[in-house]
Each structure stands twice: as C-alpha cells, then as structure tokens.
C-alpha cells in the first residue's frame, strides 16, 4: 500500500506536465553564426525545432542553391521552465559558399505529425576573399582588419582578428594594443569555422570588437599579440604500430604571433548642418512613441513612452525631457538602457516613461520630443522626433459614495481590483514648517552641570537618608550609655532622698538594671536580675547581695508591706557602687 | 569655584527662552524661521540655507532645523552637504519617518558604494540606533530617580513587593545606563564625515604629489582619523585609507556639540 502510494506520489507531478508537453506548439527557428563570410569560409547554420522531440522526416532547407552543404549532427534538448516542458531537436549544417553576393537562406520547412512548420530566413553577406599575393604565412598566423578605415568621431568600426590555424592550440590569451582616445568593445564571443587560404584549409577563430574614437586623427592600430601553446604532430616512422590518430603523441610548445598594423583614420564631425540639439549621438536610430491611454479622466494618469533605439554608441542616447505642460502633473520615470551587440556593432535602446496626470477635463496636446544623431553612412545630420499624440480627459467621478446596482452580488462585495501601488516619480519630502518645531525642549546636555545634578541627586538623596538612620541609631545607643552612666547615681539619689518603700525600691532596682543594660524588660525576679548581672560581669557574691535585696522586697511586697519602710539588708548605695565597680 | 559659577550661568542662560522677557527675541526667531520656510517654497533655497544656518548658530540646534537645511542643499543640488545636515539632524530625531525617507533618497543618489558592517556592540544594543542621546539620557535619569527612591524606600521597608520592583528597576536602570553610556561614547567618538566636493582623489601622502589611491564623489561618508596642515587622513574599509583636503570634508559630528 505504501508503495502504490509512494509510486503515485512520484508520478504525479509527470501528470501535470502532460498537459503541459501536449499543449506547447511547434515552432520552427533558423539561424547562422554570422551575417558575413568570404567565399572560403564555411559557417554554421542550425534549424530548431521546438514543441517536439522529432519531425516525420529531416527539415527542407531552401535558398541554398549557392552553397555547399554538409550534415554536422542533430541534438535534442528539454528545458522545463517555471514548470513548462520544451522539448525540441537541433540539425545543424556547415554551409561553404560558392559566389559571392547577398544571399537569403530559408525558410527550412519541417513536418511534424503531419503538419507543415516553416521556419524564418536568414540573410548572409558572402565577399571574395583578398588574397594577399603568393604570401605563404604558415601553419599559424594572426590577421586583423577593420571593417572600414575612415570613420567618424564616436563611429563605430569592427576590428576583427583572425587566428588562422592548421595546429592544434590550447591556452589562448590575447594582448589588445592601447591607443589613446580609442575604445575597443568586445562583440560576443569568439567563434571558429573553416577556410581557405592559398589553397590551403585553415581553422580560423574569429573575435571582433567595435572600435570607438573619441577623438579625429590618423590611428595605427596594432600590433595585436596572440599567445597560446601549439601542439604539433610528432613523426614516426610509416607502418609503426603507433601510426594511428588514437596514438599520436604532440608536445606543446608556448608561441605568440602578432597581427599587422592597421591605419585607421578618424575624422571630425562636420561643423555644417549640426542642429542645436545635437549631444554627440553617431549611429543610426529610431524614435518611437505612444500614450497609453489616450483617455482617462481628470486627476488619472496617462503613460507616455519613448523608445529611442539604433546601432551606434548607444550610451550616448540622451535623457529625453517632456516640456511643462499646462494644468498636468508629470512625473518621469527612470529610463532604461539597454545595449546589446551583434557582428555589426553596439545596439540598443533607451525606454523613457512619463506619468502624466491632468486636472482638468480637455484635450491636451503632448508636445512633440525631438533628438538629432549623425549617421555617418549619410554624412549628415539627422533629427528624429516623436509621434503627436493628443490625450482626452473626461471629468473624473465626484468622490461619494454610489449605491451599487448589483449591490449584494459577489462583485459588488469584493469591491474594485487590487494593484501593485505604482511609483511616479521619486522626490524629498518637504520641509517641516511648523512653528513648534523650532521651539527647544528642556535641553541637558551629557556632562554638563545640570546633568550631574539630576544624576547625583537621588544619589546624595540615599546617602542622606542612609546617614539619617546610622545617626538615629548611634543617637539611640548614645542616649541608653547615658541612662546607663546615669542609672546608678538616679537610684542612689532616690535611695538617699526619700523613704523607701519596698514596692518603689523594687521599681528603682528595675529601672536601674533596664537602665544600665539597655533593657526594656517590665518585670524581673531576683534570678533573672542576678542573671543579668553575672552576665554583664559583676562577680557571683555581688550578684547573690541583690539577688537576696530583691527576694526581701519581694516578700514584703507580698506580705502586705509594700508602702511601709523595710529592712533590707544591705546598703543599697554601697551595694549599686560595688555593681558599678564590677561592670567597669 | 568661578568656574561652577560660570556653568550655572550659562545654565541659566539655556533657560532664558522660558523667561517671559525674552519672548520679543524669541519672536524674532521665529519670523526668521518663517522667512526660511517661505524662501523655500519660493524656490529661493541659498536664502532658507542663509536663514537655517543662522538659526542654528543662534543656538536652535534642533533636528527640524537640520533637515530643512538638509533638504534645501539637496534642491541646491549640494548632496554633500544634504546628506551631511540629514545624518546631523538624524542625531537628533533618529525616527522622524519624513528625514529617513529624505535621508535614503539621497543617499540612493551618491555614486560610491560602501559597505558598513555593524560591530558586535551595534548588533547587541540594537535599540541604541533608533533612539538619540537625549532620549537616552532622559531615560536614564527617570530610571535613576526611580531606582534611588526604590534604594530609598528599602532603607524604611523591607516588603517583599518592594523587593521585585526593585530587582526590575534595577535592571532597568543597568540597561538604560549602559546603552546611555554606550551611546554618549559613540557620539563622542563619533569620526564619519562626508564628502562635500562633487569629486575627490584620495592621495597617498597629505601633499598634492603624492599618488591618487582612489576618487570619491559627493555625499559619501568617511571615517576621519586625524588632520594635519590642512590634510585629513580618511577610512573607507580597512583596505581603503588617504589624505585628502580636509575642506572637501566635513565632520557630521559639530564642534561643542552633540
């Protein structure tokens, strides 16, 4: 059970991309490696075929009657893309001219199931090939060219180098020479196909680079050094065992060569004619417009594009600016460049986008955007402006809440649809102009006098407290030492003083000890006061002489003789001295 | 003691604007600062930068003056300074929604990237950003007041519901002392500086002979390690460091000031 269940799990995502596989359609693509070739180059030409894995027979190729053509294989390839299968076949073809001239390859017709797929045409530039004269260069040499030897300033020139090999290399490396004001922009990457040269057959390995010049002049370019390891076949002897491609052995060896000079000649750009406008834009471009919508009602915004597209130096094409327009806001986009290169050069394009958003209900007129190039084929200057376009405004709807129709109905309840929340235009916010924000708070600054107080204050407010409650009660203890010190004179004075009672001496001896002690106690036997005194010092018969004082005032107290005068004994005076003396 | 007496005073000074005699001067300046705010919405932006800048020398050294000054160096087209006078004001309002929003755009404006890792002290007391040193320090003094009259309170009552508000004023009061602390150290070493010039080349040495290491460009902001004869020595990364004129720089951090 687990299985089927794991089987299943396993096969349901191939279940959803039949579907997908089903309904991907048939389409036919062909192209070549390159848009120019002399007569003794061969080039590649690939037909795809995508949307099946296969077609009933091999495609038709027409428009190659000029050329000869050989089988170079067929691949198959899938792609799954964001959960789409693409499945298709390549064929490819070397193609060796036998003329030159312009030449349309294609359409390549294929039949898939049945059906008939054509595919596009491509166009190739087939040239005789300059042979230089009776020159043997060897089995390895470097050409370099220029697709043009006058050019403008900021006219683009190809300059393409030829490796021209009959050897095995590995280990390319390429030195491009340095000249002041000329850039030089590799264009894709390098490619390589078969030719001829004095008779000989050549692997070429083709790279081209768009060369720019900032300013005129005459421009030797070169000499550009190639280095790279070379591998040449080692002899043997005929019949060897080894005398098999599968065994032939090579050593390399580290070989640089270098490409020709070439004259280059810049010229400025002509004075005459030049528009007002002009920002130095050299090539060939294109403008194009358009405002979407066309209508929209007051307070909504309308898009204004401009596409300014060519082949030249495409970072040159200028930030267009749309002109103030009455009673509408307009918010730039950022525009977006984009450059790309082909065989022939840089291309590109610059897409620019308004948000324009009127106030008011009319026609409005958007004004024409204009820029000027120089197109050096021409040798003039041109302007290219933008289409016309007119933007209706109708009266926006007044802001209240409308009864809907259909109120109740699903739609109605799900209200208008949501959208990304679109950004117009980007700019600071504005200043803050309150009055309030100029007034100060109550400002301390960190280390300042102010700070220090309201720091330490609560600090210095503990010690205080915590220096109030040590006095408190060290004032405490000072006034019991003082009653103590005081006890013994208080008792001997009353003793002395006045006739004493039995019940009051016996309150006298109690508050002397509580006194003396620092006691709070609210009645003591004559043990505990003998206690008392053993344990603050006082010797055994010192203590037993009170103890027997307090037992004999006891008995009179009880006795009923509490408010007479009584023997007690001792010398009470002499007995509080003896205690004090003790104490010490 | 001439000296506490010289502080109180001048204490006393920062207190004048409350004293109702000084209300004509306080009128004064806000005119002033109507006459900037006006001058900007005309699109007369060198006047509300000349009015600004007086107000803050006057001693109205707040966040709002910072960004208005900031913002009109940015219609001015001076990013160096916009950027400079929006990190002051930062300072001062770290959360003020309408300076950040500034701040970021005019930062998406300056050409040179540089990357900022935070320390492990950023990372631990990631609050300390969000909030400026006076906040800070008004924390930590109401917390302190607190956790004495607490302190106090314990010397006459030793409750057990004293006791926990104790424990968490305490760490309270230990968290607001170290991140006001941290902050008034951060503030003080604070040595970024932004680039004022709308390009200059970082020099090997403090002379105009010396190699060209690398440019800058307007409204970046650099560590400034030390100045001398008219040259600072300026940090970008660890691997990046130069001379450059020190005019073509400005410290964020004012003089005197926090």
Redesign the interface.
Known sequence: MTRVFRNSCLLLPLLFLIPCVASAKVSVSLRLDRTEATVLDSFKMVVSISGSRGSDSKPVLRGLESFSVTQGGTSSRVKIINGRVNSGIDYTYFIQPNKPGRFEIGPAQVTVEGKTFSSNTATIMIVDQPQSAGVDRGPLFLSAGLSSTKAYIEDQTIYTLKLNRQVRVTDISLALPEVEHLVLKQLGKPFEYQSVYQGKTYQILEVRYALIASREGNYSIGPTKMSMTVYEPRRRSPRSFFDDPFFSFSTGKPITVASDLVELNVLPLPEEGRPADFGGLVGSFQIESKLEPSEVKAGESATLTVVLSGRGNVNRIPDLKVPKLEQTKVYADQPVLQVEHDDKGLVGSKTMKWALVPEDQGLYEIPVLTVSYFHPQYRRYVRIRTSPHTLSVVPGEPEQVKASADFGSDKALEGPSKQEVKELG????????S?K?????F?????????WV??L???L??SL??CG?RFRKKSAGAVAATRAKKAANTIVRQYRHSQVRPSDLALQIRNYLNDRFGLSLGSLTPGESAEILRSNGVSLNTAEKLRAVLERLEDAVYTGKAHESCDIGENMPRLIKQIEKEIG | MRKIIGIILLDLFALLPFVPGMATESQQWEELFFEANQAYKEGRFQEAVDAYGQLIKSGHSNGHLFYNMGNSYFRLDELGRAILNYERARLLMPRDADLNFNLNYARDQTRDVVSESDGFVSTTFFWLDSLSLHELLWSFVVLNVLFWAIVIARLFSASDGIYYVFVVVLVSWLVAGASFGLKWYHVGADDRAVILNKEVKILAGPDIQDTALFKLHTGTIVHRERSEDGWSLIRLSHKKRGWVKSEAIERIIRIGRV
Do not use: C, Q, S
């Not at chain 1, 980007?426 to 102009?433: E, G, K, Q, W």
């Not at chain 1, 924000?437 to 708070?441: A, C, E, H, K, S």
């Not at chain 1, 400002?443 to 700070?451: S, Y």
């Open positions: 980007r700019d600071i916010l504005p200043v803050h102009a009055i924000d100029l007034r100060p708070g400002e301390v600054r960190p280390g300042g006098l102010v700070f309201i720091t204050t609560p600090v407010a503990y407290a915590l409650m």
